[in-house]
């Protein structure tokens, strides 16, 4: 069984700042990771994945997280947000082989302000 | 060159009516996909298919059946339509690697 934890439904931050998005996760299996993005209206976009080799990944838009395996997390990060970043992200786990689907977190609403 | 697209986009209907939603993908993935995502935004597994065959069924209504003709695309077929069905239904794909692409959604209302 596979399960994902998002702490903080919303986060708010300063244009410029820090952006820090915690999910933590639970897998019986060796876990691929995914960070989405969901902008308004709009469908989930791929931001980055964790598929066993760096644990360090980057992603696009400035984004990246770190897999670290003792602390069941796998946190997203950007030095310096921008207004366009504001956004719902969602980050998922899929380790079954035989059954590929995603189980998604419950979503972190990120808002930037000016 | 749309990668995973839905039609329609939005649709409102009356209980007890029958509707279907179609996704096709041009990415040439294996496994096609059909999530629903709820009010609050909770995203949740419905159905997988992997070379036309259904590997995974969750806890869903009988009422919704999905089709897929072939590997391109996976149809969504909902029997008697029921106010808790209203949700945004999104199709995704993906090749054996788990990272899977996404349609844009249907955004289902029943009234």
């Known amino acids: 069984a596979q399960s994902v934890t998002q702490l903080g439904s919303h986060v708010s931050v300063s244009e410029g700042a820090l952006v820090l998005l915690r999910c933590n996760y639970s897998?019986?299996?060796?876990?691929?990771l995914f960070w989405y993005v969901q902008y308004p209206n709009q469908g989930l976009q791929l931001l980055l994945k964790y598929t066993s080799a760096a644990t360090l990944v980057k992603g696009i838009n400035g984004f990246e997280a770190e897999f670290k395996k003792s602390e069941t997390s796998f946190h997203l990060t950007k030095p310096s947000a921008h207004m366009s970043d504001a956004a719902e992200y969602f980050c998922?786990?899929?380790?079954?082989?035989?059954?590929?689907?995603?189980?998604f977190g419950s979503g972190t609403r990120l808002q930037v302000q000016p | 060159d749309t990668a995973v697209s839905q039609t329609p986009k939005y649709l409102v209907t009356q209980m007890g009516n029958d509707k279907s939603i179609k996704c096709e993908q041009n990415?040439?993935?294996?496994?096609m996909y059909w999530y629903k995502q709820d009010s609050k935004k909770f995203l949740k597994i419905m159905f997988s298919y992997n070379n036309k065959e259904l590997i995974i069924n969750e806890t869903v209504p009988n009422r919704f059946s999905p089709k897929s003709p072939d590997k391109a695309h996976l149809n969504l077929h909902i029997n008697s339509l029921e106010l808790g069905d209203s949700a945004v239904y999104f199709c995704?794909?993906?090749?054996?690697?788990?990272?899977?692409?996404f349609g844009p959604g249907t955004r289902l209302t029943v009234t």
């Open positions: 998922a786990v899929s380790g079954d082989t035989g059954r590929r689907a995603l189980t």
């Open positions: 990415l040439g993935h294996d496994t």
């Open positions: 897998s019986s299996v060796p876990p691929y």
């Open positions: 995704a794909s993906s090749l054996l690697s788990y990272e899977q692409y």
